[in-house]
């Protein structure tokens, strides 16, 4: 089936420094998603790209929507404790009607004291 | 903010139970879904709904069935509960701008359900 491969699987930084996280495909996507987990809670929506190349910030997040659109990267700039959780990308994939969402397997974040 | 509550954060079953998984959202979406967590694998789409009384399966529907009566409720049945089908469970929801697209606008999630089957 189709695979979204999400990188890095987890990282360890320090508060302040800068994270880059991306997901990848062999297949072209229409609509980029990425969720943020905090433990024992659901995926909350971070960013939502709709259109190759586009770039959206969120505070300090920033995702864009590579312009093969087969890829998508979010970075958090100066990282702060509560941005511990786990990342997720979410790749749309709409044809004629047909629709098809994949997850990234995620990026756990945790930030060394 | 929309919010969509899981009826339970923990439960435990024994193997051959049938056992309901109860999902409820406050903002009049149009579509729900059950998607299963595990390490490693992501978010796994088991089943979703676009209306009432309406169902598809995902990407993983063996052993697992649907009930939408109503619109805020979706509800996920394991018809016989057994222990590969210990997980976490989530439940979401969203808007839609078309009929039968579920999928052209963001998901709301809840918190979850962890489910353990002995």
């Known amino acids: 089936g189709q695979q979204l491969n999400q990188s890095p699987q987890s990282m360890f930084i320090q508060e302040g420094e800068d994270v880059s996280m991306n997901c990848t495909s062999s297949s072209i996507f229409n609509t980029w998603l990425w969720y943020k987990q905090d433990p024992g809670e659901g995926p909350v929506l971070l960013i939502a790209?709709?259109?190759?190349?586009e770039l959206t910030s969120n505070g300090r997040l920033t995702a864009q929507f590579g312009i093969t659109r087969k890829d998508s990267f979010l970075n958090i700039s100066a990282s702060i404790p509560s941005d511990v959780g786990i990342y997720f990308c979410a790749g749309l994939k709409s044809n004629f009607g047909n629709e098809k969402l994949t997850f990234g397997t995620g990026t756990r974040l945790t930030i060394i004291p | 903010d929309v919010k969509v509550t899981q009826s339970s954060r923990y439960l435990v079953k024994r193997t051959g139970e049938k056992v309901f998984l109860e999902c409820v959202q406050d903002?009049?979406?149009?579509?729900m879904f059950w998607y299963r967590q595990d390490p490693g694998l992501g978010l796994r789409l088991i089943y979703f709904?676009?209306?009432?009384?309406?169902?598809e399966k995902g990407d993983i529907p063996e052993g697992y069935s649907v009930s939408r009566e109503k619109k805020e409720r979706f509800s996920l049945i394991l018809e016989s509960a057994s222990t590969n089908q210990t997980s976490m469970y989530l439940c979401?929801?969203?808007?839609?701008?078309?009929?039968?697209?579920?999928?052209?606008?963001?998901?709301?999630f809840g918190d979850g359900t962890r489910l353990s089957i002995l």
């Open positions: 790209l709709y259109k190759a190349g």
């Open positions: 709904s676009y209306d009432v009384k309406m169902k």
């Open positions: 903002m009049d979406h149009e579509n």
């Open positions: 979401a929801s969203s808007t839609n701008r078309v009929r039968t697209l579920a999928f052209n606008q963001p998901q709301h």
